[in-house]
């Protein structure tokens, strides 16, 4: 059974984080080998997917590559560069009853250093795009037949996808906040079209 869980509280992020603060700021971007690594695992799987039948005839190899690169881009997204580059956190955690509990984390407070604007458009893009790539895979793999190819788009949509799930999470909250978010915003497009009729009348 899944239960999800929403802490509000500030978190504990990298010690590195609050060094960033003391270095003058030479670029926007505070965490480049963070950034290069988010981008380079999973850029790199997708390359190697679309290129290896060119550069090898063994399915074997490719899918182990794809797989270890996938797994890798996982692991750096979900325990580093979302904590240093956008200062957000997701995990799982089993209680004494075996049940799961999912916890979704941002960083907030005054002490809190802001994340740099490119820093976070990297971040995002490249955590929007790269599932969004795997999708079109996933449709592309069973309209050509090539089913021996199935269970690695299978599995470029589930770890990148989980991804994209946590950090959405992170950022938005519960599953009552994004209602009350869509809620809100259809509400506020009702009144300024009330508004903008009585105008013209």
């Not at 790199?44 to 060119?54: F, M, P, W």
């Amino acid at each position: 059974m899944l239960t999800d869980d929403n802490n509000d509280e500030d978190v504990s992020l990298f010690d590195a984080e609050e060094d960033a603060g003391k270095r003058s700021k030479k670029t926007n971007i505070r965490h480049p080998v963070a950034s290069f690594f988010h981008l380079f695992f999973r850029v790199s799987a997708i390359i190697v997917y679309l290129l290896c039948e060119i550069f090898s005839s063994s399915f074997i190899a490719c899918m182990v590559t794809i797989i270890l690169l996938l797994s890798c881009d996982f692991w750096t997204v979900k325990n580093i560069t979302g904590r240093l580059m956008v200062s957000l956190r997701w995990w799982n955690q089993v209680d004494d009853d075996g049940r799961n509990h999912w916890v979704f984390e941002s960083r907030k407070g005054t002490g809190k250093q802001p994340a740099a604007d490119s820093e976070s458009r990297i971040f995002w893009i490249g955590l929007i795009v790269c599932p969004v790539l795997w999708v079109v895979f996933a449709f592309s793999t069973l309209f050509s037949f090539k089913i021996k190819w199935v269970p690695v788009v299978i599995m470029g949509v589930v770890l990148q996808g989980a991804n994209l799930y946590g950090y959405v999470r992170c950022k938005v909250g519960s599953r009552t906040s994004l209602k009350n978010m869509a809620t809100n915003y259809f509400g506020r497009q009702f009144l300024k079209q009330a508004l903008s009729k009585e105008e013209e009348s």
